[in-house]
């Protein structure tokens, strides 16, 4: 039985699914049934009057349109927010709606491969938000699924690892993404960063004030004020770049003949594509590359939701002094924890260096130990437990662990958080 | 060296138990700080299988096993295991294995009577007051060592009567003391006996001392008592007691049933020989 690689791309408008074919080497589309020309589900709930049934995508919109039962949309924003919904006056957590929905869209690649063992699984959000997160782990781990097999990324991250997949002379430069959602437009720019080992790619996301509604794209003068826009931003983005090529993604461009001048500027000298799901796909090359021994990518990958700075401690190992790494630079935060034991020897302070990855100046974190029982040189032993909060703030939690027999532990805490 | 010392932290299934001390051993630090700290505590059989068990099955660290077993096929001494083990893992800057060092060079030229006192003053510091004594009389006793000086006589039979005191039982002490006494002539053990007398309440002074230590002196040491004795009145066990005082009648006596357990337990480990 096929084990599945997915990626599964979850936005307040549109979720996709992509699976990594092991056959092809590739991350292909996964539409709703075979016949399913769009690989866009709506991300929408409908719960059928009078039953227990729910329904997701343009079924719930079908339901709800007949009249057959309550939908509600916007669910990534509304679990971000812990809001509620109330159906049949029943309240709903988001939490719960989020639920239903993931194991909704998690049935689709089940039934439509034929396979239900999930090898691994990267959840794309544009942001990651820890209460999202959260909710997405419980429901997995609900389902069965280990929690070593389900990651997380943003829209950065999954764009990164989409086009470090194509061929290297894709992004031998510069390349960069338009994304244009009913959510919003939002650029993203590669760079690849020489002569650092390992190599540096990194990518930077803004969100346009230029984004507008897909609606206008209904008459013939909104499609025309859409490219002109479009091509402005472009012009203004693009100029004096050497960007090797343009990808276009989003329910904006799932038809992109309405932006005929913005096509045209971008496709001068570049390399331009067009197409839905490449969040989907690019989380589904990282689902691949996480059950690989070795990473098929050896690049410090740096971008919004990865540290910036590598965090590390100054130790002694086996007699010789050494830098231990708790985290590097380039590692997803949700999933970049680190856990190591030290015995104090003539110390009371524990000292973390805080590396950036570009030119910034090193910097030091300091944690006071003279809360826990003073004790022989030599007899106390902590554990460090490090997690980070977001990208820039760890937690760092230093407990007591006494030392065995000889001196137990008083079972002391000190919990301390750090902007990096 | 100085710092932070990473830890290996192995999940031991099977801590390493020494009966000595009434406690096990659950990683290589805790080993090391065992021989490092106790060493005239080890028996000549310390390097045994179960040890050698522990530390390449429990502690993870079989090219350590591997090594020690080398070096008893090559006839090393336990001196020279316990060294290696100690730089092995690596614990110990170089300095503290220097000290280390000269410990087992002590070890190596004492004399097994001088060897045994050190363990039995160690098992006295513990408050392992029959163990101590045990181990007291097998040296006065022996028959290994009949060249022992004076001067250690002397301080076998005082550690000797500090640990009988440490049981309550002052006839016992007072003979020992009398005796160190008569040995070493120091002016301190007749204090240590003038406090005796006092503590136990039924004790007479002995009537050699009473015309060898002027009345002042015996006032100033009265003194001297009382103050200790006012002082341990109200803190450490003395304080605990007086608190269990001021409870309701419900908790006082729960108090007082729980701190005579804990009282029970501390002279049944120390009578344990």
């Known amino acids: ?420 | 060296m100085s710092g932070l010392i990473l830890c290996n932290d192995t999940n031991v299934k099977n801590p390493y138990p020494i009966a000595e001390l009434g406690i096990s051993l659950h990683t290589a630090e805790e080993l090391c700080y065992y021989i490092y700290n106790y060493v005239f505590l080890l028996e000549s059989d310390f390097i045994n299988e179960p040890l050698l068990y522990f530390i390449g099955t429990e502690l993870a660290m079989p090219k350590l096993e591997e090594k020690i077993r080398k070096w008893i096929m090559d006839q090393s001494d336990m001196a020279q295991i316990l060294f290696m083990i100690l730089q092995d893992i690596h614990y110990y800057s170089e300095a503290e294995l220097g000290v280390f060092k000269t410990q087992l060079e002590w070890m190596r030229r004492a004399n097994p009577s001088e060897r045994a006192k050190k363990k039995a003053d160690y098992l006295l510091q513990k408050r392992k007051y029959a163990g101590a004594i045990h181990l007291y009389d097998s040296i006065i006793g022996g028959e290994q060592d009949k060249g022992m000086t004076k001067e250690f006589m002397g301080a076998l039979y005082h550690n000797k009567g500090v640990a009988y005191a440490g049981l309550f039982e002052a006839e016992k002490a007072l003979e020992c003391m009398e005796k160190a006494y008569e040995s070493l002539e120091r002016e301190e053990i007749l204090k240590e006996i003038f406090f005796l007398c006092q503590i136990s309440g039924e004790l007479e002074l002995p009537e050699a001392m009473m015309l060898a230590v002027p009345a002042e002196q015996q006032f100033k040491w009265k003194e001297e008592f009382d103050t200790l004795y006012k002082h341990l009145m109200y803190s450490g066990k003395g304080k605990e007691l007086e608190e269990l005082w001021e409870k309701d009648s419900i908790r006082r006596k729960a108090g007082i049933q729980k701190l005579l357990s804990q009282w029970k337990q501390e002279y049944r480990e120390m009578a344990k020989s």
């Open chain 1, 1 to 420: 039985m096929q084990e599945l690689l997915l990626g599964i791309d979850i936005c307040d408008d549109y979720s996709q699914i992509s699976y990594f074919n092991p056959q092809t080497l590739e991350a292909e589309n996964l539409g709703l049934t075979e016949d399913e020309s769009s690989c866009m589900v709506p991300t929408v709930i409908c719960k059928e009057k009078g039953t227990d049934s729910w329904f997701i995508g343009e079924e719930a919109y079908r339901c709800a349109l007949y009249g057959k039962g309550t939908m509600v949309d916007k669910l990534v924003k509304l679990a971000g927010k812990k809001g509620t919904a109330t159906i049949e006056g029943i309240k709903y957590s988001a939490d719960d709606l989020l639920r239903i929905f993931i194991k909704q869209i998690l049935a689709i690649p089940v039934g439509r491969l034929g396979s239900d063992k999930f090898a691994s699984v990267v959840f794309a959000f544009q942001n990651k938000s820890a209460d999202v997160m959260d909710t997405v782990i419980k429901v997995t781990d609900e389902m069965g699924i280990p929690r070593e097999c389900v990651h997380m990324a943003n829209h950065a991250e999954t764009y990164l690892f989409y086009v470090i997949s194509q061929k290297k002379e894709l992004w031998i430069n510069q390349s960069c993404l338009f994304d244009l959602s009913e959510t919003g437009l939002h650029y993203y720019e590669l760079n690849v960063i020489r002569g650092r080992k390992p190599q540096v790619v990194e990518v930077n996301h803004e969100e346009l004030e230029e984004g507008f509604s897909l609606e206008i794209l209904e008459t013939n003068a909104g499609k025309k004020l859409g490219d002109t826009i479009l091509s402005s931003c472009a012009e203004r983005l693009l100029q004096r770049k050497v960007m090797t090529s343009v990808f276009l993604t989003g329910k904006g461009f799932e038809d992109s003949q309405w932006a005929a001048g913005f096509l045209r500027f971008v496709c001068n000298k570049r390399r331009a594509f067009s197409g839905p799901g490449l969040f989907a796909r690019g989380a589904a090359y990282m689902a691949y590359d996480h059950i690989q021994e070795e990473t098929s990518y050896p690049y410090v990958c740096l971008c919004e939701g990865r540290l910036q700075s590598t965090i590390s401690m100054q130790v002694w190992h086996e007699g010789r002094e050494r830098q231990l790494v708790l985290a590097s630079a380039g590692s997803d935060w949700y999933e970049a924890k680190a856990a190591a034991s030290f015995i104090l020897d003539n110390t009371n302070v524990l000292e973390f260096l805080v590396t950036p990855m570009g030119n910034g100046r090193q910097s030091k974190l300091t944690i006071q130990l003279d809360e826990f029982p003073a004790r022989p040189n030599k007899t106390t032993k902590v554990e460090v437990i490090a997690a980070f909060l977001s990208e820039s703030k760890i937690s760092i939690r230093v407990i007591d662990r006494g030392f065995g027999e000889f001196f137990p532990a008083a079972g002391q805490m000190i919990r301390q958080d750090f902007q990096i």
